[in-house]
Nanobody, 124 residues
């Protein structure tokens, strides 16, 4: 069983930055497609970004393109989500996810493992 440990959430003013981290315990992230999703109160969980370590291919939701960057560090076995130019509408609980299936995956049902989530709050 893979456990995903997230960190890095918090409160930031609009225009600010945060970096989220996710470490899969027990196995190296390079074996998976890794993704970030988010869920705001009263809304569905939505795709944010994904990375396939085999090719370092990435994909982003249109709402975060140009502002967020997903990356991985093999030495630290950690995946990051760098979030810049944050907006109040980015406020949500952010979830790290891992998939056994290869490729850059963008839908919830394709992911097999989920973290507990970390709160990101952007004030206006």
């Amino acid at each position: 069983q893979v456990q995903l440990v997230e960190s890095g959430g918090g409160l930031v003013q609009a225009g600010g930055s945060l970096r989220l981290s996710c470490t899969p315990s027990g196995r190296t992230f390079s074996r998976y497609t890794m993704g970030w999703f988010r869920q705001a109160p009263g809304k569905e969980r939505e795709f944010v970004a994904a990375i396939w370590s085999a090719t370092l291919s990435t994909n982003y939701a249109n709402s975060v393109k140009g502002r967020f960057t997903i990356s991985g560090d093999n030495a630290k076995n950690t995946v990051y989500l760098q979030m810049n130019s944050l907006k109040p509408e980015d406020t949500a609980v952010y979830f790290c996810a891992a998939a056994n299936e290869i490729g850059v995956l963008t839908t919830k049902r394709e992911y097999d493992y989920w973290g507990q989530g970390t709160q990101v709050t952007v004030s206006s």
